[in-house]
Nanobody
Framework: QVQLVESGGGLVQAGGSLRLSCTASGRTFNNYRIGWFRQAPGKEREFVAASTWSGTRTEYSDFGHSMKGRFTISRDNARNTMYLQMNSLKPDDTAVYYC??????????????????WGQGTQVTVSS
């Protein structure tokens, strides 16, 4: 199993930036693909981005193009940590952000059900 812990959420004004962290422990993290999701109040959880730990492949959500160009994934393999850099934040980005893990033996996925391991989530609130 792999355990995931998110951090870095908080309150930020519109136009600001936050960097979320997802730190993995347990089984070798290189065996997993990592996805970022978010869930706003009253809404379903939605895909944000996913990447391999090696960085050989990264995919971003094209949901309404709302996140395109504003969110970027990076990683620090020495710290077993993957980051989600979020710039030009908007009030609509307010949500609980989760990272999740999926076996490397499976293809990339943007489906909530495709991930078997989840962190506890970190709250991001963007004020107008």
């Amino acid at each position: 199993q792999v355990q995931l812990v998110e951090s870095g959420g908080g309150l930020v004004q519109a136009g600001g930036s936050l960097r979320l962290s997802c730190t993995a422990s347990g089984r070798t993290f290189n065996n997993y693909r990592i996805g970022w999701f978010r869930q706003a109040p009253g809404k379903e959880r939605e895909f944000v981005a996913a990447s391999t730990w090696s960085g050989t492949r990264t995919e971003y959500s094209d949901f309404g193009h709302s996140m395109k160009g504003r969110f970027t994934i990076s990683r620090d393999n020495a710290r077993n940590t993957m980051y989600l850099q979020m710039n030009s934040l908007k009030p609509d980005d307010t949500a609980v952000y989760y990272c999740a893990a999926r076996s490397m033996r499976l293809p990339m996925s943007d489906e909530v059900g495709g991930y078997g391991y989840w962190g506890q989530g970190t709250q991001v609130t963007v004020s107008s």
